[in-house]
């Protein structure tokens, strides 16, 4: 499934895309927050086995600058924690850089409690964080 039926699909299924600022607004805050593992690998296959994810995807710019009623693939930003079976996926998804870690003033409020603490982190250079340790990957405006 391409980025933007996927992002369509997400659309639909959040309420977005009807032309109320109330839906507008929480779009641009990440709501709601997802569990479903498969719309996040349609978006993101290279993340392998994925034993959770708590994810969302939040409209890029902000509600007096964007509108989110006719999405393009990169009007979107995804954001989550995701538990990996392995890291063995991970390998493939670009060069991964030693990193400080994702940066947690971006991620919205529902996930930075969901980040691990004391990971020793790699980013890929396209939004994602991994820590290998606890096979954990933080997306923070990655797009598929």
């Known amino acids: 499934m391409g980025l933007t039926a996927a992002a369509g699909m997400l659309v639909g299924a959040c309420g977005l895309g009807d032309g109320d600022d109330k839906d507008e607004k929480a779009a641009h805050r990440c709501e709601p927050t997802s569990s ?3 719309d996040l690998l349609a978006v993101f296959p290279q993340l392998g086995s994925v034993t959770s994810a708590k994810w969302c995807v939040r ?8 509108r989110v009623t006719v999405p393009g693939p990169h009007d979107w930003g995804y954001y989550g924690v995701v538990h ?4 063995v996926a991970a390998k493939g998804w670009g060069q991964w850089q030693a ?5 947690m003033e971006e991620m919205p409020s529902a996930l930075r409690s969901l980040v691990p603490e004391h990971g ?3 980013y890929n250079g396209a939004g994602a ?3 290998r340790s606890s096979a954990t990957i933080v997306l923070s405006g990655a797009s598929g």
């Open 36 to 38: 479903v593992t498969a």
């Open 59 to 66: 409209a890029m710019g902000t509600p007096d600058t964007a």
């Open 84 to 87: 990996l079976a392995d890291t």
């Open 99 to 103: 990193s400080a870690g994702p940066p």
């Open 120 to 122: 020793r982190w790699s």
């Open 129 to 131: 964080y991994l820590d």
